[in-house]
DNA sequence: CGACACATTGTTATCGCTAACATAGCATTG
DNA sequence: CAATGCTATGTTAGCGATAACAATGTGTCG
């Protein structure tokens, strides 16, 4: 009767599992293992008895044992915007369907001592791997201070010695928004880039570059913004007031949307007047007035692929202690997501 | 000399600090968990050696004999919309602050399977706790029906026996909504609400009610959409062939998007034609053509709360298994967090 | 000055699991 | 048929922390 009792008040444990299914609780374990040396009807027996006592794992002693925590730490900023929410999304969906957890914390400000913290906490909880979704310049630098002894895969970057990167090929996004521009005929293109020194910032600036040179085109305006709408808005009154180009690749459309608005107000008619092509394509791009041409990557691919190229890692064990901070080559092949321009009602021929 | 290099091999453990302070293990335990009878010198004497060995805790072992994970599983959907996103990011600051680890599962589609296996995830990882951030109805009815042993909250729910809610009072939000439209001086005002059953939306229609009531108004165009731009312009161009109201309340900003491209391209002024009011506050809305009036709340602070709620149950104990059950009057002081509007350029007197 | 309370520290026993080794049974082989 | 190798299982020993209890030392009090 006791023994009833106490079966109901503390969760079931291997030993339980064994005793009810007749082995010892090391076969329990190797079920639950899937070791190849159990007969197929100890498993089926085992199996049966873990599902009559409704038995869990202990997760902890399992840790303890392994020195694993078959946990994936994912370091996030800005969560909140399109980008980075969508690659969060594809990270924890590919880290959970490979059976990992994933341990979140996210930056409310970037500082060395903000990623200090962050990744303390993520050594406390000895994640197997980390995945860094920050797209701030100078947080690899960060991380490079800071002796982690896990694998390492950090969004935007284009990988090093230490640390892997997957990115999305942003120089390319840049060129098929200019190409598509100069192939309507606009020969004056400025640019509103993202703030001076981000990844994304300077490859979108290189596409417009490179994309211009490749037309025998001379640069025109380059502005550089915060992301932010407020600042398209601001920039799109200044701009307003003297245009001196046909057609405008702002790097995000947030800044866009300010822009549009600002043109709005200052009577400046899009596409007649300018046209305007976006990057990210974030799904009200469709609904701005009028609808954006705008650059669209899969980013929640992008956060399989972290995922993808963490576990790869993780899988040939201790990869980082040994020769992988040599082979200094495996920095070109990192994996790129491929961006995509979708043509809406922002663009047309340049006036005449 | 071996034993310099048994050093570097592995992890310091506790021991390792208790020899090198010259006390105990267990005092060194005592130093970290901030017993209260530790003397000043001993207490120096082992964070000293804390740092020289660079000494950190194993978590897993600690869970092990305390039977405590110290984590939190947040369970989420739509997360890269701006609502979700923003209370994520209030949870996982709130929860780190507090010492929890956050551990994330995001639901790729709300349904009863996803819901059991995210929930089992956390189970398998004897998560402390667990906020729900799925704004989705029905989920509480599935999570009703899981057994869960560990206290939980969810967002958007007003809280009923066994689980805990917290929410933002929409109800309050919508009647100041429909309030600035009647001192306005509008006198039909049209509702386009989200899916039907949906808490969010539910609560929001019966502000819009309680308000117009209030005014003496009678009821105008009632529509459902699906919070999406897409549906927002095309009941947007629905609605402008016949136009039997002078103001809208749209129930999401990103719906109010559709709505704003809709009228546009129909030849209908907003706000001259009719007014119209969005709901979230999202950033972009600022921008908008024209500016958004919109209702917003603090989602991050609505995160907060949830941890803050979890956390005054976590620390009473197995509140849940006890008589909590039975206090269903606690329902009633689920904290609301106080939504606020914000006047921009798409509202303004009826046309005469 | 002996007794008792209290602050401080040490010792031992788990927590629930997996790794490593040990053992038994059975088929294969020269 | 003894030797060998495999398969299937059991036994034992930790992993690194905290809890519970034991053992000191120190000061106060009658």
Redesign the pocket.
Known sequence: MSETVQRQA?????????KRA?????????V??D?????????TLVEKAIAELG????????N????KSQTIGVLGSEISQYGPSNTLLGVEQAARAAGYFVSMAALREVTPAAIHDAVGHFMDQGVDGVVVVVPHPGTIDVLHTLNIDVPLVAMGSSGDGEFRGVAVDQRLGAMLAVNHLVELGHRRIAHLSGPANWIDTDARIQGWRDSLAGAGLTESVLLSGDWSAECGYRTGLQLAKDLSFTALFVANDQMALGVLLAFHESGVKVPEDVSIVGYDDQPEAAYFIPPLTSVGADFEELGRRCIESLLGDAGSGAAVDAGTTSGLGASSDAPLVRPQLIVRSTTTAPPA
Do not use: C, E
Request: aromatic share 2%; proline share 7%.
């Open positions: 503390r969760a079931p444990v291997m030993g339980d599992v064994a007749g082995v010892s609780h090391q076969t329990v374990s190797r639950l293992n070791h190849p040396n159990v007969s197929p009807k100890t498993k038995y869990r794992r202990n997760i902890a002693a399992r303890l044992v392994t020195r």
